[in-house]
């Protein structure tokens, strides 16, 4: 069985002398054994000892609380709570960590090119950023609520050939005249755009955004504030509708 001095001791679990000295003092690490010129000796049990008590301690764990825990019947159960607990403590400040980096990553990807940009145009990128997922969202539900729809469209086309029956185009016909309605309604009450000019966020009229030229992510306009008619970028709006 190994042995170790105090110094060694502390070397091992990279801590001071002093400490390893005050964890004796408080009794929660209390040498194995002394040696005959009156040397405090360590065994691997009280290694693995110091060790957990310095896990403890880098909980924020105090003095009185660990020595508690060291004389319960079962510290492990004790033990194993506390490290799912910090666990979870550490994977939420990743998740958070990782946000943050994708955003500045963003914000970088969308400086990029720009030969001059302003505080305004960096406000404009963040306000898009922190919209993209609900929009993406959004897409997604439109897009499930149109298969039904596109079904009824093959079938009834299918059947019209096959068949002769015509009935059932006309009834695809309604539906989906009444589906891009409500659709198209839902969708323009729940973004908004800005104004590459004046940098303001605005809400166009269902009939001109329903009717204006667009890409995947921006829409020929009017601003409402400054009158600029040009492309405006679409963002999320449904906080506000």
């Known amino acids: 069985m190994s042995k170790y001095t105090t110094g060694e001791l ?18 929660i690490l209390v040498p194995s054994e002394l040696s005959e010129g009156g040397r405090r000796l360590y065994t691997d049990s009280d290694l693995k000892r110091l060790k957990l008590i310095c896990f403890l301690r880098e909980l924020d764990l105090p003095i009185d609380a660990i020595a508690q825990i060291l004389k319960e019947a079962h510290p ?7 490290i799912e607990q910090q666990e979870k403590i550490l994977s939420d400040e990743i998740a958070d960590k990782q946000s943050k980096l994708e955003k500045l990553r963003e914000l970088k ?14 406000g404009d990128i963040a306000v898009i950023m922190e919209g993209k997922k609900k929009l993406k ?5 439109m897009l499930l609520t149109g298969i039904p729809v596109t079904a009824l469209q093959w079938f009834s086309v299918i059947l019209w050939i096959v068949k002769g029956i015509w009935w059932p185009f006309v009834v695809w016909v309604v539906t989906a005249a009444v589906w891009g309605m409500l659709v198209s309604r839902y969708y ?7 104004c590459p000019e004046c940098h303001e966020v605005f809400r166009p009229t269902l009939k001109e ?14 601003c409402t504030a400054c009158g600029h008619r040009g492309f405006c970028v679409e963002i999320w709006g449904g906080d506000e509708a």
């Open 137 to 141: 969202h959004m897409h997604w539900m």
């Open 109 to 122: 990807n969308g400086l990029k090119g720009q030969a001059a940009f302003s505080l305004e145009s960096i």
């Open 209 to 222: 955004a329903f009717w204006a030229n667009h890409t995947p992510t921006a829409r020929k306009l009017t």
């Open 76 to 82: 492990e159960k004790v033990i194993s709570l506390l």
């Open 188 to 194: 323009f009450h729940h973004v908004n755009y800005i």
């Open 10 to 27: 502390a070397k091992r679990c990279g801590v001071t002398v002093r400490t390893v000295q005050y964890y004796d003092t408080r009794g």
